[in-house]
Nanobody, 124 residues
């Protein structure tokens, strides 16, 4: 099993920045990639960024390019998501997830382990 714990969310004003962290523990060797997702009330879970462990290949959707940056610190078993120029529409619960698949994906169903999420609220 793999445990994931997100942190770094909060309430910010539009235009601000946040860095979310996801600390992983347990049998992390069985996972091959990590991803960040978000879900706003009444909306589907949306993939924001993913990074593959073996080669640090990174994937973003077109909607996230430019404001979202994923990175990792292997020594700390931690993955980060930097979000800049926050907008009210970024308000959502943000989740990290780990996948055992070899590819890198933004599809939630391809992830096996999920954290509890960290809330991000952006006011105008």
């Amino acid at each position: 099993q793999v445990q994931l714990v997100e942190s770094g969310g909060g309430s910010v004003q539009a235009g601000g920045s946040l860095r979310l962290s996801c600390a992983s523990s347990g049998n992390t060797a069985i996972t091959n990639s990590m991803g960040w997702f978000r879900q706003a009330p009444g909306k589907e879970r949306e993939g924001l960024a993913a990074i593959r462990t073996a080669d640090n290949r990174i994937l973003y959707p077109a909607s996230a390019k430019g404001r979202f940056t994923i990175s990792r610190d292997n020594a700390k078993n931690t993955v980060y998501l930097q979000i800049n120029s926050l907008k009210p529409e970024d308000t959502a619960m943000y989740y990290c997830a780990a996948s055992r698949l070899n590819g890198v994906s933004l599809v939630p169903d391809r992830y096996d382990y999920w954290g509890q999420g960290t809330q991000v609220t952006v006011s105008s």
